[in-house]
Nanobody
Framework: QVQLLESGGGLVQAGGSLRLSCAAS????????MGWFRQAPGKERECVTA???????YYADSVKGRFTISRDNAKNTVFLEMNNVKPEDTAVYYC?????????????????WGQGTQVTVSS
């Protein structure tokens, strides 16, 4: 059974940093596109960052220069480094995997999802 398990969420002050991890199990995700999405209360799920199977990244304008996506294929793990966080970054963050090498910013095009991890940024 394929599973994605996020960890690393929590409470952080504005301007601080947080590192999220997404560990995949059940199959290798080498070559798959991976994405990090977030959903705040009352808002739609949005793509924060994604990475193609070949390592090409995408960043939403709202996080460009502050967030970094990376992956360790040997460990079947994807990371989201969050720096200089802002209160508007508060949301549940989800890891997702797509059975294609090309990334997408559209949530319905992802095949596997984690359960989410809460990130709360205090001002």
């Amino acid at each position: 059974q394929v599973q994605l398990l996020e960890s690393g969420g929590g409470l952080v002050q504005a301007g601080g940093s947080l590192r999220l991890s997404c560990a995949a199990s059940g199959r290798t995700f080498t070559g798959y596109a991976m994405g990090w999405f977030r959903q705040a209360p009352g808002k739609e799920r949005e793509c924060v960052t994604a990475m193609s199977g070949s390592g090409k990244p995408y960043y939403a304008d709202s996080v460009k220069g502050r967030f970094t996506i990376s992956r360790d294929n040997a460990k079947n793990t994807v990371f989201l480094e969050m720096n200089n966080v802002k209160p508007e970054d508060t949301a549940v963050y989800y890891c997702a995997a797509r059975r294609f090498a090309s990334y997408s910013t559209r949530a319905p095009l992802y095949d596997y999802w984690g359960q989410g991890t809460q990130v709360t940024v205090s001002s």
